[in-house]
């Protein structure tokens, strides 16, 4: 790789990414420019700017975007169609993120004449796969700079010492470590390392910070309604909202009730386990809610394929591979089932837990006079079972018939 | 179908499986042997063979068995193995008991000379063709007689007219017809039907038999510890017990705290959606124990094989292929990776739900030696990742080039 | 079902339908109308309409119709877009005609005011199945007769005996029985039954009908080249041609060169084995052009997301699924796949094979400076392989680990 | 990576491998180790035991193995029960060879006390990965030395220096450089790069080595019988044979006939695509041939599945993870599956291609009474057929009200 000229960074106005900043300007000598998201990660961005001039970025250099809607919209969203979980439980809160800021690094990079990106994920994550693939999925031509895995600040001394020779501020509760380690957007937080290094070990009380205690949320459970069309919420309480703003309702509704913890161990894409407490609580009751509308309106053929092909597709998005052509043809699927997602839910959020308690649809499936126990009024004949009976035991009879005969 | 001569019926003892005994006796002219079992619905068994006895029945042709740790050891194990779920959602509790109960159907059919086998499963659902296609595919010669495809007491009203006409006893709270129907054994209790045929109704307290409702259940946590050999649980708090009395245990859990109830509606095999509420409380406490030491003790590879044909495994189960080549390759497969899913974890339960909250195991593939946030010890190299990257990213970049060549 | 009142017929002016014809005019006193489809099938279609007439159907109840276009632009060239194959080896020929003949049949119903609609096929097959799924998807209250499976006539000597009593002209050569059965159209021709029966005798030679012996073909291989546009062909030699113009081309070259010959035993969805003797010589040349053509134009992860859902699509179709969720679901993934495929392929075609010999597009993925024995030139550096395999290597080097330890 | 101290190297005698030697022996200091094995290439192995002596090793440290028959018994047999082939048409000839050289390389490492291995794949390849991947997983600790990756011999002519300088004799054919690149074993020759590397040329005559051209095959058709065990080939003709025999006999049978020529694309897991041609004889005949006898003894329940997984397996095994709990997950369902592919294939062997053309089997599930054309003996019931397909019509009828009722 030929030494970049200028690079785009991911900046979080943060001390690691400040270093990185600085780092980047003395070890490669590059013009940087820095992009901040807004993602709903639920900090102010402005410092972020005064951050990024006091490090000597020129203010045309200073990309700072509000992209909570476009993340909802065209990541979560899509995302939540399929009803993706990554092995069995987690919602990819931190995976879905990534594809639309590398997105965005290589936009700038293009417009600010920039030829490569840089970004503060470590060298043992899954975050700096997802990062780089989709920077070389959308521009093959692209130099990532990974500073984690090619500098030699490798303690929190050595950083903190590069941070005061270099007059970058330090904030007072950065001085000492962190007890484990953050990542927050509009769908999740989640948090590792340090304390919840112990996968045997229950995570204290305090790593939680977007869910209160399911033991002190309210006593009575409350009920909600989330309508969807086409496979994407619309409404709560048949209140139209924006897709930013119904996912930032529902996680006030999940925070309130304790909803959408989760302790896992999880399988790297690099190759180890790590342990995790994620933090969902719009998202627990939006897959909830997603799941009851299709109950009705999802046929079982297309229900059981599209659950035949999830685990897959979770483990694309975990994996980086958002900008690839099968998770593209993945999503061309799922989108195709989700013509006649729309109808309403009604949930019960109650200490920790969002459940289905009623949907209905003009699209739904289900028929009451196919079902009844009430005398048949002509839909199903229930004869028509005996055929159907005979003909799926046909092979079995085979097998049996043929088992007997050679033993 | 030649007529048959000796018919083993699926004998509960109540109304409707005694109407059917007396149905066959008369119809079909011929002699009825009946089979009653306790796979933990929870009833007594002695009231069966009574019953049995004043319809008739010679006592060397009424089968009463205990066959509750069969049912866990060799059916519900097996299947919690695969952390197996229909739709996402349903936990299979009645699909499970079919094919044991044709089993022993069959099984007592060759024992006593009978050429049929009978159930009293409608025409509508999914039990008689579980109960038949086991039967089938056990004994390919056997009949089965459904009178509920054939005869013509198609209401209420005619049932009991019958009953009466043919001196068959009947209970006064069956006078009246019941607000639901209900299935139950020890895995789980469901309750469909009637009171419930409106899905977008939200289900009546008085449906839940097997759970306390969660504002109900107590205000504390409490925490439990299973423990696991192979796969299956074989403790619970460091004490040793069978697997019936392990399920039976977990229900006791799961009832005090309200766990396991799900409102559902489901595609059947015979092609309509239905609606059921699902009480399990021992399994969702199993199956969220199960997940939580598979975190641990089973690599990626594994893990996301067996997610992937999990649904594939589950719908077979549901649709009463338990007894088919298919469903006994893909649990070779599962077992096959159950070598090792041997340790303990902990769970808190509380309100409705069961949470993994800590794991450990000797079996243990989490390695903190690798993951940490700590300086390294040599356990992993950093710059690996770089070329794990490149070497991933090749095909996205010449995707990228290509797209960008023919535009 | 109530009694139909004005059905169209699949007519073949052939013995078989005209004797269903004659017999829904009897036995139902329904009113009738024919639809003659040219398919490919080679053979002429007016003497169907004079048959008709004959038979007592009023003019404009005679349909008539060349769909050979719309069969293989909607139909076989979808499907080939997906590679499939059933079981590993049929091309699908019969299964993929039956639902574009359904669909015409429910069209012309509803043209004409017809409640009902009727087919020749038995109750053995999966044709039975294919037409019906088919045509209750496209019009859910359609009723549908299948004679076969309904009347008495259940020997050749009854039908003809029918026949001469209701004055059905029978050509000398249907007096006897034929010695086996054929479907086909210009994608293929099967032949199935009586001398066929035995899967272990060779097919005598004289089944085959629309491919020369292998060892009567040319003793020269012929080269050919065609030409695809997003997976779908569109030239061969550099010419364009329609989609039909190609597959009857493609037809003549493998007829001639002893191409497409299969003798099968398959699994059919009604539950039993059957034996077929397939010919499908264009479409065997146009599976290995198409992979051939996908070789260098999609990426792994395209191709191999492909391949695995391949067989479910395929058994789809086989099962008469066409006008399904799933199918329509799986078509869009295929389809999104197809966007690059586009380029063209040379093939050998010698005495019963048609072989890649070369491939080459504007579109394709291959890289000679990657791959290259050559010195590199930049374009791979082999260090990046280091990390690749160390990272994939790490869970099972884990594994490894964990494996001795507890052993 | 400490310093290797006595390394294990995968020796053929030829002059890139006693380059390797040598190298390893200056650069790294450490004693040799050399690993010979007779895996049906064609070489004599006593030239390389000579001239690994004239380099120095000692005679104890040289191993020279005829593994054929366990090549064959635990590798390829148990991967052709699974119709293993790799993006529709490779048979994986290199791939499966890997393993198991890799296997005897840790072993011998282990008896003699070394700690490392060593092999002369090159960084763009596969080779590398299977070779490695295997060594961890089966000894985590083991070093892996790959000089291709790591020294700066990187051209013909430097090379060539190097042997010179160190004494090593170069074969006269050897001085320049070869046209293209081979692997060789018992079940396959392959050949790559150089005149290979453009897919759109036609591939040179001299190329293939193992197969005669089909033009110049035999004029008439050849028929032989293969009789399978559990799905293992056991006899030809009737006459039992080794695993390795059997091989070697179908490479005569389908050398002399032409068999299992493949000119292909594929794509490479290190990312990008290469060309390569293939030469598997016996193994096409063996494919065809177990396809024939699973046609009869395998149920579609069983087929379907093992259809499904079979592109995963292949994959894997291309991808080197034959040591994998996912692939040995896949193995037990791939073998439970075989427990009746037992009987016999006829196959007609002709001018490039083998054909089934019977098959029978003690085993087998095919049953004439079922599927005759003749009056049914009672085995099927027609108007079963009736109620099979109105319930499998019943959701697609629901689903098209559906649609009509919200369009």
Redesign the interface.
């Given at each position: 790789m030929s030494a970049p000229k200028k690079v785009v960074l991911a900046y979080s106005g943060g001390l690691d990414t400040s270093i990185i900043l600085k780092w980047l300007q003395t070890e490669y000598g590059c013009e940087v420019v820095t992009f901040t998201a807004d993602l709903g990660q639920g900090e102010e961005l402005e410092p972020a700017r005064k951050k990024a001039e006091l490090l000597g970025i020129k203010p045309e250099n200073i990309f700072i975007e509000d992209i909570r809607e476009e993340f909802v919209r065209d990541f979560v969203f899509p995302m939540f169609r399929a009803?993706a979980v990554y092995?069995?439980?987690y919602l990819l809160g931190t995976s879905i993120a990534r594809p639309l800021i590398s997105k965005r690094l290589v936009e700038i990079a293009e417009a600010t004449g920039a030829d490569a990106v840089s970004h503060g994920a470590?060298?043992?994550g899954n975050d700096?796969?997802r990062f780089?693939?989709s920077a070389?999925?959308?521009?093959?031509d692209i130099k990532v700079i990974?500073p984690?895995?090619e500098w030699d600040l490798?303690?929190r001394t050595k950083l903190l010492e590069f941070a005061e020779a270099n007059q970058i501020p330090i904030a007072k509760d950065k001085r000492g470590e962190a007890p484990f380690?953050v990542d927050a957007n509009l769908l999740h937080t989640s948090s590792e390392?340090?304390v919840l290094?112990?996968?045997?070990?229950?995570?204290p009380d305090y790593v939680y910070q977007r869910t209160v205690n399911?033991?002190d949320a309210p006593?009575?459970?409350e009920f909600i309604e989330i309508t969807f069309e086409k496979g994407d919420a619309v409404a709560i309480n048949g209140e139209a909202m924006s897709p930013a703003t119904i996912l930032t309702q529902l996680n006030e509704y999940g925070r309130k009730h304790g909803i959408g913890?989760?302790?896992?161990?999880?399988?790297r894409f690099?190759?180890?386990?790590?342990?995790g407490i994620y933090e969902t609580p719009g998202g627990d009751i939006l897959l909830e809610a997603h799941?009851g509308i299709e109950?009705?309106t999802?046929?079982?053929?297309?229900?059981?394929?599209?659950?035949?092909?999830?685990?897959?597709y979770a483990?694309l998005i975990y994996n980086?591979?958002w900008?690839?052509?099968?998770r593209?043809?993945?999503q061309?699927?799922?989108?195709?089932?989700q013509k006649?997602v729309t109808g309403t839910v009604?949930l019960k959020l109650?200490?920790?837990?969002a459940?289905?308690?009623?949907?209905?649809s003009?699209?739904?499936?289900?028929?009451?006079a196919?079902?009844?126990?009430e005398?048949?009024a002509g839909a199903?004949?229930?004869?028509?079972?005996?055929?159907?009976?005979?003909?799926?035991?046909?092979?079995?009879?085979?097998?049996?018939?043929?088992?007997?005969?050679?033993k």
């Amino acid at each position: 790789m030929s030494a970049p000229k200028k690079v785009v960074l991911a900046y979080s106005g943060g001390l690691d990414t400040s270093i990185i900043l600085k780092w980047l300007q003395t070890e490669y000598g590059c013009e940087v420019v820095t992009f901040t998201a807004d993602l709903g990660q639920g900090e102010e961005l402005e410092p972020a700017r005064k951050k990024a001039e006091l490090l000597g970025i020129k203010p045309e250099n200073i990309f700072i975007e509000d992209i909570r809607e476009e993340f909802v919209r065209d990541f979560v969203f899509p995302m939540f169609r399929a009803n993706a979980v990554y092995e069995g439980l987690y919602l990819l809160g931190t995976s879905i993120a990534r594809p639309l800021i590398s997105k965005r690094l290589v936009e700038i990079a293009e417009a600010t004449g920039a030829d490569a990106v840089s970004h503060g994920a470590t060298g043992k994550g899954n975050d700096q796969v997802r990062f780089e693939l989709s920077a070389y999925a959308l521009n093959p031509d692209i130099k990532v700079i990974a500073p984690w895995r090619e500098w030699d600040l490798t303690s929190r001394t050595k950083l903190l010492e590069f941070a005061e020779a270099n007059q970058i501020p330090i904030a007072k509760d950065k001085r000492g470590e962190a007890p484990f380690s953050v990542d927050a957007n509009l769908l999740h937080t989640s948090s590792e390392g340090k304390v919840l290094e112990d996968p045997a070990e229950m995570a204290p009380d305090y790593v939680y910070q977007r869910t209160v205690n399911p033991e002190d949320a309210p006593d009575a459970p409350e009920f909600i309604e989330i309508t969807f069309e086409k496979g994407d919420a619309v409404a709560i309480n048949g209140e139209a909202m924006s897709p930013a703003t119904i996912l930032t309702q529902l996680n006030e509704y999940g925070r309130k009730h304790g909803i959408g913890r989760l302790d896992f161990v999880e399988n790297r894409f690099v190759g180890m386990k790590s342990r995790g407490i994620y933090e969902t609580p719009g998202g627990d009751i939006l897959l909830e809610a997603h799941r009851g509308i299709e109950q009705i309106t999802l046929d079982s053929g297309a229900g059981h394929l599209k659950d035949s092909i999830m685990p897959r597709y979770a483990e694309l998005i975990y994996n980086g591979f958002w900008y690839s052509p099968e998770r593209e043809m993945l999503q061309a699927l799922i989108d195709e089932s989700q013509k006649h997602v729309t109808g309403t839910v009604r949930l019960k959020l109650y200490k920790g837990s969002a459940k289905t308690v009623g949907r209905w649809s003009e699209h739904s499936l289900y028929s009451e006079a196919h079902v009844t126990f009430e005398e048949d009024a002509g839909a199903y004949d229930q004869k028509d079972a005996q055929g159907f009976i005979q003909l799926n035991a046909l092979r079995l009879k085979l097998l049996a018939a043929r088992n007997r005969r050679v033993k």
